[in-house]
Each structure stands twice: as C-alpha cells, then as structure tokens.
C-alpha cells in the first residue's frame, strides 16, 4: 500500500510479471501492449490489433463494416 502527500505525482510506474488490479483501469491517455499490437486511441476509443481478433460469443456491430478482407482456405 502506498500513501502519498498531495504534493507528490507519481510519473510512471514500472511493473515486472503477471499484475491483477481490482476495480476499474482508468487509461486515460490510451492503452497501448507492445508497441503497436493492441491500442486503444485515447480520444477516440478506436482500437487496433496487429494479430487476428477471434470472438467466441454474440456479436453487435452497431455502424457499416468499412473493409472485409477474405480469405479462403
């Protein structure tokens, strides 16, 4: 547990290994995991992944899908 003066800002804060938080993340400047392999823009709550999106339940997509690309196997 950590305690703090208000006068203090803490920066950046370095974790090594596997980390659990309990309650909300509140990322407000964006989330970004491995450089570019998963973000979440911070403004525009846009995400992008660099690897294969795989969804395994119900889907809603409430706008157009804007590119489809298809591949058969």
């Known amino acids: 547990m950590f305690f703090f003066h208000?006068?203090?800002k803490i920066c950046t804060l370095?974790?090594?290994?596997?980390t659990t938080l309990t309650g909300a993340l509140n990322a407000n400047g964006?989330?970004?995991?491995?450089t570019n392999k998963f973000?979440?823009?911070d403004t525009s709550?846009?995400?992008?992944t660099a690897g294969t999106l795989t969804v395994s339940d119900a889907t809603t997509i409430t706008s157009k899908i804007t590119s489809l690309l298809y591949t058969s196997y």
């Open 6 to 8: 208000k006068a203090f």
């Open 39 to 41: 973000t979440v823009a």
């Open 30 to 34: 964006g989330i970004v995991c491995d």
């Open 14 to 18: 370095a974790v090594t290994g596997a």
């Open 45 to 48: 709550g846009n995400v992008a």
